[in-house]
T-cell receptor, first 114, second 116 residues
Framework: AQSVTQLGSHVSVSEGALVLLRCNYS??????LFWYVQYPNQGLQLLLK??????LVKGINGFEAEFKKSETSFHLTKPSAHMSDAAEYFC????????????FGKGTTLSVSS | DAGITQSPRHKVTETGTPVTLRCHQT?????MYWYRQDPGHGLRLIHY???????DKGEVSDGYSVSRSKTEDFLLTLESATSSQTSVYFC???????????????FGPGTRLTVT
């Protein structure tokens, strides 16, 4: 069965510092992987996705993530945090087959201090 | 913008009353989903639909029913609301066609439901 683990429910960084949000998954077949961001009182917005091909994927707002099959990881990074990055971030996985929904991690809240 | 709206956006109801939440999409997507979001649990799938009158249960379907009589509308009903169903409910669609892998999902703005 698929599952997603996000390490750290809360991450705090200073403005300008590196952002690293960790995601590990389990899947018996090649996965599709996603990161979503949720700002307060809003729905989820797709940040980036990995399906096939290049393992380093770039998303919106300067975020990127790297698919590492050997480590079953898909960590999200941003070189320099902005105050506007403060939000909750969700990692999600689906398998390479039709008819199922995404499986979400429990989320990581990112705080950015000045 | 995936053209997804949810109504109502906020609702307070009493234990034991029926509640129906509506999800409406404008782009004729086949797959639609209902999730609930609770602190510490992330998003959990309640039900999903893969076509008109075709629905299936998700991880947390007990106490919920759904209906889809038109492609554009997916209704979630709490037959007799309980306090444990206080949550934020999100509708989602995927642009995947039948037989294709499920790719990204796009979410509506959510409905905040409080059961007193």
């Amino acid at each position: 069965a698929q599952s997603v683990t996000q390490l750290g429910s809360h991450v705090s960084v200073s403005e300008g510092a590196l952002v690293l949000l960790r995601c590990n998954y389990s899947s018996s077949v090649p996965p599709y992987l996603f990161w979503y961001v949720q700002y307060p009182n809003q729905g989820l917005q797709l940040l980036l996705k990995y399906t096939t091909g290049a393992t380093l994927v770039k998303g919106i707002n300067g975020f990127e993530a790297e698919f590492k099959k050997s480590e079953t990881s898909f960590h999200l990074t941003k070189p320099s945090a902005h105050m506007s990055d403060a939000a909750e971030y969700f990692c999600a996985v689906s398998e390479e087959q039709a008819g199922t929904a995404l499986i979400f991690g429990k989320g990581t809240t990112l705080s950015v201090s000045s | 913008d995936a053209g997804i709206t949810q109504s109502p956006r906020h609702k307070v109801t009493e234990t034991g009353t029926p509640v129906t939440l509506r999800c409406h999409q404008t782009e004729n997507h086949r797959y639609m989903y209902w999730y609930r979001q609770d602190p510490g649990h992330g998003l959990r799938l309640i039900h999903y639909s893969y076509g008109v009158k075709d629905t299936d249960k998700g991880e947390v379907s007990d106490g919920y029913s759904v209906s889809r009589s038109k492609t554009e509308d997916f209704l979630l009903t709490l037959e007799s609301a309980t306090s444990s169903q206080t949550s934020v409910y999100f509708c989602a669609i995927t642009p995947a066609a039948p037989g294709q892998p499920i790719g990204e999902q796009y979410f509506g703005p959510g409905t905040r439901l409080t059961v007193t």
